[in-house]
C-alpha cells in the first residue's frame, strides 16, 4: 500500500485555469511534508516545505497547505511555464531513523 | 540556492560493462548524499544514503556489490553500476544535505539517463 499518494496522475489546464493538486499520506509521526517541481530529464526542484497542520506556504502561482492527511498544492492563473510534474514527498520517523517517502507526481500540462 | 552537479546527463553503454556516475555539491559541504533511481512516472526510490567518510547505507533490495558507493570527500560521491545489464537502465538521481537537518531542503542534481544495451 502506497503510503503518499498523488492525486490526479495528470492534469490538462487552460492558460488562467486554476486547480490544486492532492498529495494524501498514511505515515505517521510525520517531520515535515515537501513538495518539488520536476522538469522532464530532470532532477527535482525545491518548492516548499510543510510541518504542521493549518500551514501554509506561497510562492507566486503556488500556494501549499497542510492538514493532517493532506496536502494541496494550488495553482492560481497558471501559465505554460508551470507545465512540469508535481512530486510530493513525506519525511517521517519510523524504525528509529527518518524515512522520506515520495509520491508518483501529478504532471501538469497548461496549455496556451 | 545551492548546486549539485550530476554527471554525465546520460550515457549508453554495452551490457557488462561498468559506469561511475558523479556528484558534486558546488558552494556547500554536502555532509550527507543520497542516491534515488526513477523509473518512467514512478516515485524517487531510494537506493542508499551516503556520509562523508563513512560506509554507504543501501535500501531493502538494492545490491550494495552493483552499485557501488563512494563519497571520500564533502563535495563528492560517485555511484558506479558494476556489470551493467539492461535492467539497470534508469534515472539515476543525486541529492545533497547538510548533517543537522538532512531532510531539511534536499539539493538534487540534475540526474543521468543510463541505457544499457
Known amino acids: 500500500e502506497d503510503q503518499v499518494t498523488q492525486s490526479p496522475e495528470a492534469l490538462r489546464l487552460q492558460e488562467g485555469e486554476s486547480s490544486s493538486l492532492n498529495c494524501s499520506y498514511t505515515?505517521?509521526?510525520?517531520?515535515?511534508l515537501f513538495w518539488y517541481r520536476q522538469d522532464p530529464g530532470k532532477g527535482p526542484e525545491f518548492l516548499f516545505t510543510?510541518?504542521?497542520a493549518g500551514e501554509e506556504k506561497e510562492k507566486e502561482r503556488l500556494k501549499a497547505t497542510l492538514t493532517k492527511k493532506e496536502s494541496f498544492l494550488h495553482i492560481t492563473a497558471p501559465k505554460p511555464e508551470d507545465s512540469a510534474t508535481y512530486l510530493c514527498?513525506?519525511?517521517?520517523?519510523?524504525?528509529?531513523?527518518?524515512?522520506?517517502?515520495f509520491g508518483k507526481g501529478t504532471k501538469l500540462s497548461v496549455i496556451p | 540556492g545551492a548546486v549539485v552537479s550530476q554527471h554525465p546527463s546520460r550515457v549508453i553503454c554495452k551490457s557488462g560493462t561498468s559506469v561511475k556516475i558523479e556528484c558534486r555539491s558546488l558552494?556547500?559541504?554536502?555532509?550527507?548524499m543520497f542516491w534515488y533511481r526513477q523509473f518512467p512516472k514512478q516515485s524517487l526510490m531510494l537506493m542508499a544514503t551516503?556520509?562523508?567518510?563513512?560506509?554507504?547505507?543501501?535500501e531493502q533490495g538494492v545490491e550494495k556489490d552493483k552499485f557501488l558507493i563512494n563519497h571520500a570527500s564533502l563535495t563528492l560521491s560517485t555511484l558506479t553500476v558494476t556489470s551493467a545489464h539492461p535492467e539497470d537502465s534508469s534515472f539515476y538521481i543525486c541529492?545533497?544535505?547538510?548533517?543537522?537537518?538532512?531532510?531539511?531542503?534536499?539539493?538534487f542534481g540534475s540526474g543521468t539517463q543510463l541505457s544499457v544495451l
Open positions: 541529492s545533497a544535505s547538510v548533517r543537522d537537518r538532512p531532510y531539511e531542503k534536499l539539493f
Open positions: 505515515v505517521s509521526g510525520l517531520r515535515g
Open positions: 510543510l510541518y504542521s
Open positions: 514527498a513525506v519525511l517521517y520517523s519510523g524504525a528509529g531513523s527518518y524515512q522520506l517517502t
Open positions: 558552494d556547500f559541504q554536502a555532509t550527507t
Open positions: 551516503s556520509n562523508e567518510g563513512s560506509k554507504a547505507t543501501y
